[in-house]
């Protein structure tokens, strides 16, 4: 029979905090970020362990080399503002991040939150990139220029500032170098590329969806087919294309890099209504990373595919159900940027 001492909870928690420290700290390295901020609160032993800056290097370093995370910011009201977190390393549940809390200093009582985005910024001299450093809290404008070279290294960073039927509008910059920004036009190779494409920006009900991000462009391609009861028409997802910004042009033209396998479409399609999608590419690890959230009469479904340049080998991880039928989807990101501090 088991002992009292073993099925009091309390007990349990108190033979864990006698535990060799090295130990405790081995356990804590194998939570995720925001179960070891809880931690921290219960015992200044553990708090300690947790505050040591050798301990937090080791375990931002960590985690910002093996360690994505999926954020779904859920919108009903102000005060109900939720991001729900998904990570790849923790791949049986959802955590809940509440942010009402901190909307409040910056949204006045009574006011709804807006997130805009500007397609582009000009002044009579042409385009200006707007940057803000949240460590010193300062905005810092660059003149963008037309024309200049432009090396895809890993800290290069692109941003869409408009997507079009024939081509796209880039900006690109490295902010470790002195140099300005530059502004892309990558355009297909060929007109017959795009055509009868239909595109959608953004969130789509069409049958093409096209999904930006970090200098690459994701063609999610449907079909539409009969629903439930023949009552409805819905789309199927039919096939999926990887496309990158021409490395023997200097960006001047979209370039075909891979497709989603037959039988790997066959796993992730579902039926749905309309599609909204997010694309990352992380070049420490060679890796585009891609996530495809649908909505189906109030239901959503997403999906989570990887394409390993380095590989050349497409994965899908599955994840948990989000129990968010009804619920409001205001936006979704990737981040493996999450750190103790």
Not at 9 to 17: C, D, E, L, M, Q
Not at 240 to 259: A, D, Y
Request: aromatic share 10%.
């Amino acid at each position: 029979m088991e002992s009292d001492h073993h099925r009091n909870p309390t007990s349990n928690a108190i033979g864990f905090f006698l535990l060799p420290s090295e130990l405790i700290q081995y356990i804590i390295l194998q939570l995720a970020l925001p179960d070891i901020v809880r931690l921290k609160s219960v015992n200044k032993a553990v708090a300690s362990i947790i505050s040591d800056q050798h301990f937090v290097r080791y375990y931002n370093f960590r985690s910002s080399s093996t360690t994505n995370w999926l954020f779904i910011y859920k919108k009903r009201w102000r005060r109900d503002a939720i991001l729900h977190g998904y990570t790849n390393c923790y791949s049986d549940r959802w955590f809940k991040i509440f942010i009402a809390d901190i909307l409040k200093p910056v949204v006045p009582p009574g006011e709804d939150l807006y997130l805009l985005a500007a397609s582009e910024m000009m002044n009579e001299n042409g385009p200006i990139l707007f940057e803000y450093d949240s460590r010193t809290e300062q905005w810092r404008s660059t003149q963008v220029i037309e024309e200049g070279r432009v090396e895809r290294t890993i800290s290069t960073i692109f941003l869409s500032a408009f997507n079009g039927r024939s081509g796209s509008i880039i900006i690109a910059k490295d902010p470790h170098c002195d140099t300005p920004p530059v502004i892309l036009r990558p355009r297909f190779v060929s007109p017959e590329e795009d055509v009868d494409g239909r595109l959608a920006v953004g969130f789509s009900a069409t049958d093409r969806l096209h999904v930006y991000g970090d200098g690459n462009m994701m063609i999610v391609k449907s079909n539409g087919v009969e629903g439930e009861n023949n009552n409805r028409r819905v789309r199927m997802l039919e096939g999926i294309e990887l496309w990158g910004l021409s490395s023997t042009s200097n960006g001047r033209f979209w370039e075909f890099i891979s497709r989603v396998p037959g039988y790997l479409v066959e796993k992730i399609k579902k039926p749905y209504g309309a599609m909204m999608g997010c694309l990352e590419q992380r070049h420490d690890d060679g890796v585009v990373r891609v996530i495809l959230m649908s909505n189906l009469e109030g239901s959503w479904d997403i999906i989570w595919i990887r394409y390993d340049m380095r590989s050349k080998i497409w994965t899908w991880l599955p994840i948990p159900d989000c129990k968010m039928k009804g619920a409001n989807m205001a936006g979704i990101a990737f981040s493996s940027c999450l750190t103790l501090i």
